[in-house]
């Protein structure tokens, strides 16, 4: 699934695209075509793992799920859910959620929950986390409400950074750990930025997807955690379970 950091470099590498109007949408997916077609886009955004095209009235919202992609200019050999075609350029999306949202932005989006937008508040994060006290920590690094952007790789490298297990209760961590777990979703994911700009991302993963950790060399145990059943990758000797 895509985190926030490669919605953001999708966003990107479409800014081009503002103001230019698409002759022809396309694909398998259940939207009014016909409405996209003949249409100029009027910003290009982003809110969270969402990527939003924006035109006058309405905006198209594209969620890629867990096998979700996207290509600029090229074509793969299953069809694209979703076409968007301009002069020149062709923009495809496969296997995503693709809906037509007519409201505000600003009346759906939260973007001070957006951990890699400029209006992200680290308080408001800690209110949301410390309201619910018997959550796993690793069921709220995931809650899109508080940590919008923030995947399953950015939750394991983030609770390896601040040597917290993933099953810690909530009212079990101290306040200064949960700042710093707060301060550390948003700085690793400014760093996954960088590495996937860079393509090098996996280079400088600790504990995801690991048998043993780069930096100590501690096992690493690999374990389906909390509410949300997703892969946690630790290591018990390092990190603290708050419980």
């Known amino acids: 699934m895509p985190e926030g950091p490669s919605i953001v470099l999708l966003k990107e590498a479409t800014q081009h695209l503002k103001h230019k109007t698409i002759l022809e949408a396309s694909g398998y997916g259940k939207l009014d075509m016909d409405k996209l077609s003949g249409r100029k886009i009027t910003d ?10 924006c035109c006058s009235d309405f905006t198209l919202k594209i969620h890629f799920g867990l096998f979700g992609s ?7 050999r299953i069809n694209p859910k979703l076409a968007l075609h301009f002069s020149n350029e062709d923009l495809n999306f496969y296997v995503c959620t ?4 007519e409201q505000p932005l600003d009346e759906i989006y939260d973007w001070e929950s957006d951990v890699m937008s400029e209006h992200w508040k680290p308080d408001k994060a800690l209110k949301k986390i410390e309201a619910k006290p018997t959550a796993m920590i690793c069921d709220l690094l995931l809650d899109q409400n508080i940590f919008a952007g923030v995947g399953n790789i950015i939750k394991n490298e983030v609770l390896y950074r601040c ?3 993933p099953e810690s209760i909530i009212s079990y961590i101290p306040k ?6 707060i301060s550390e979703a948003r700085k690793y994911s400014f760093d996954f930025l960088k590495w996937k700009r860079n393509k090098e991302l996996s280079r400088h993963f600790e504990v995801y997807e690991q048998k043993t950790g780069k930096t100590n060399g501690g096992t690493v145990t690999r374990k389906d955690t909390g509410k949300t059943r997703r892969h946690s990758y ?10």
Do not use: C, D, M, P
Request: without cysteine; hydrophobic residues 40%.
């Open 234 to 243: 630790f290591i018990e000797k390092i990190q603290k379970r708050y419980s």
């Open 98 to 101: 693709a809906k037509l949202i």
């Open 44 to 53: 290009i955004r982003s809110w969270g793992k969402h990527f939003l095209i």
């Open 163 to 165: 040597k917290v297990h």
């Open 70 to 76: 996207y290509t600029i200019n090229e074509k793969k």
């Open 176 to 181: 200064a750990r949960l700042k710093s777990i």
